[in-house]
């Protein structure tokens, strides 16, 4: 079982940056790869980026790809989405998941967090 934690979500301006983090309790972090989803109000949820259990690859959705970026510390059990440059669109909860697949897909994605909001002003 993998219990994931977010943290980092907030009001910002347009053009700002947050930091968004999900801490997880699993002794093999590194055996999972993660990924960061997001949901806007009355839309489906949405692939935003994804990392390799080693961190060797990553993967974005063309919507934030340059503005976002996703690490792990894996001796901190902890993924990380840096979001720069923000636009109201980004607007949105803000969910992190584990899979013992690397991959873009929300149904490969067997644990997640409970998600922490973003807002972005315009």
């Known amino acids: 079982q993998v219990q994931l934690v977010e943290s980092g979500g907030g009001l910002v301006q347009a053009g700002g940056s947050l930091r968004l983090s999900c801490a997880a309790s699993?002794?093999?972090?590194?055996?999972?790869?993660m990924g960061w989803f997001r949901q806007a109000p009355g839309k489906e949820r949405e692939f935003v980026a994804a990392?390799?259990?080693?961190?060797?690859?990553?993967y974005y959705a063309d919507s934030v790809k340059g503005r976002f970026t996703i690490s792990r510390d894996n001796a901190k059990s902890t993924v990380y989405l840096q979001m720069n440059s923000l636009k109201s669109e980004d607007t949105a909860v803000y969910y992190c998941?584990?899979?013992?697949?690397?991959?873009?897909?929300?149904?490969?994605?067997?644990?997640w967090g409970q998600g922490t909001q973003v807002t972005v002003s315009s």
């Open positions: 998941a584990a899979s013992t697949s690397y991959s873009r897909n929300y149904s490969q994605y067997n644990y």
């Open positions: 699993v002794r093999t972090f590194s055996t999972y790869a």
């Open positions: 990392i390799s259990g080693l961190g060797r690859s990553t």
